[in-house]
């Protein structure tokens, strides 16, 4: 923890006071404020100490090593494998088409928006020429 921090884990007024308006507010942000004023000091080493275990554990190999843009590494069966690529492959083109499509039609809907703000707007510098005239005549 740094010396700037306002609230140390500890007891201070400050965190008793926050831990009692927790469990008044929301009984289990008091018990996290409880948490932290016991166990506050320890939570960057356990997270020090978290972190050199997963580093040291032989499933991080086994995360680290699975195909990333699938999600999934090899499963050995080599007809299989060669079937999930092209599938996923096929699934690929067909989302690059379906947004080729959205593209297309989100670029129709502009231009139908336009259209219809361009009618809008002739209709009203018509009625307001006309207006005009009528006020003109009027004078």
Not at 48 to 61: F, I, L, V
Not at 72 to 99: P, Q
Not at 128 to 137: L, N
Request: aromatic share 12%.
């Amino acid at each position: 923890m740094t010396a700037s921090s306002v609230i140390r884990p500890g007891w201070s007024p400050a965190t008793i006071a926050l831990m009692v308006l927790g469990f008044i507010v929301f009984w289990p942000l008091g018990l996290a404020m409880l948490a932290y004023i016991l166990w506050g000091d320890r939570f960057q080493a356990m997270a020090r100490d978290a972190k050199a275990q997963w580093n040291a554990s032989p499933m991080k190999g086994t995360f680290n090593s699975m195909n990333t843009t699938t999600g999934f590494g090899r499963t050995g069966n080599v007809a299989f494998d060669d079937y999930r690529e092209r599938e996923i492959k096929r699934i690929e083109e067909e989302r690059a088409k379906l947004d080729a499509m959205r593209a297309e039609f989100d670029s129709y809907l502009r231009e139908l928006r336009r259209a219809k703000d361009q009618e809008e707007f002739d209709r009203f510098m018509a009625s307001r020429a006309t207006q005009t005239q009528v006020d003109v005549h009027k004078s």
